[in-house]
């Protein structure tokens, strides 16, 4: 029952919310720990050594190092929903990583460099961090290890969203059927013909026949139609209940796609799927909405 409980309480926006308040939580406070060890690592050996250092410049040292590298994260995270590294896509993927772990230590490096030359100004002291090719090379080197226990992290979490998002879908069965449920529903409404959508401050009548997919866009939606982009302020779900259920699909939290524009639906990682339309564009499909998909597609 807790389960069952726990799963009708999810929803696609908690979900998001959830997985990104662990996100920093987690990759936060390990950074914070790690940082805490370090300064105090680097005290007790100048202190071993018979120097004297202040107790603010390894904390600096450290934390501007810090500072930078959870501010990276938000951006590997989005490029990594972009590029996973899965058995499907490794031979792409990696070598786009690769290539970006570069950008990653000198914006990592150069923004942790200025951090430091504003904290000794304001001690009215001078920052030097030495020679900067040799230096950042030996820096790219833990950047590179960083770099690598990130992903790892982001990886754990797309299991994570996975898992919730799986939960969702879990439904109760009934133990027995209710007395209502041996009478005919009422009919609903007739499914949406046409659209009235708002464009460069004027009104356009769209026939829903005529659009290939809907993308979750905010508070809006994007309707792809005919080659052109219709904004129009309504949530997906909210949409998707006025859509003729015979003809429109939702494959992705995010996408719903007019199943006479399918063209191919391709294997894609971790048992998802990708869905090429008429048009030539790529929608990715997640398995758990697979059952959804009526015969031929299912």
Request: proline content about 6%; overall charge positive; hydrophobic content about 50%.
């Amino acid at each position: 029952m807790a389960t069952v409980a726990t799963a009708s309480r999810l929803t696609e926006a908690n979900i998001h919310r959830r997985v990104l308040i662990w996100q920093i939580v987690v990759f936060g406070g390990a950074i914070a720990a790690i940082c805490t060890m370090n300064v105090f690592t680097a005290l007790t050996n100048f202190a071993r050594d018979g120097a004297s250092l202040a107790w603010w410049k390894p904390t600096l040292w450290e934390f501007s190092s810090a500072l930078l590298l959870w501010a990276l994260i938000p951006f590997l995270a989005r490029l990594y929903r972009f590029a996973p590294i899965t058995a499907r896509t490794w031979r792409s993927a990696l070598p786009l990583h690769l290539a970006v772990t570069p950008v990653f230590s000198l914006i990592h490096v150069g923004g942790m460099v200025l951090v430091r030359k504003l904290g000794y100004a304001l001690m009215h002291l001078h920052y030097d961090f030495g020679a900067w090719w040799p230096d950042w090379f030996y820096e790219y080197r833990k950047d590179l290890v960083a770099y690598v226990l990130i992903l790892a992290g982001l990886q754990a979490f797309r299991i994570y969203r996975l898992w919730l998002e799986s939960q969702i879908t879990a439904k109760p069965v009934p133990a027995e059927a209710s007395p209502e449920a041996s009478e005919p529903a009422e009919p609903g409404p007739a499914p949406l013909v046409r659209l009235v959508v708002k464009k460069l401050n004027r009104e356009f009548i769209l026939n829903t026949a005529d659009i290939d997919r809907i993308d979750a866009d905010g508070n809006y939606v994007a309707i792809h139609a005919q080659g052109q982009l219709w904004p129009l302020r309504e949530s997906l779900s909210s949409l998707e209940r006025k859509l003729d259920p015979n003809r429109f699909v939702r494959v992705h939290r995010r996408h719903i796609v007019n199943l006479d524009r399918v063209r191919e639906i391709q294997p894609w990682d971790s048992g998802d799927y990708r869905i090429l339309l008429a048009d030539g564009s790529f929608v990715n499909f997640s398995r758990r909405y697979r059952s959804r998909l009526p015969q031929p597609f299912n």
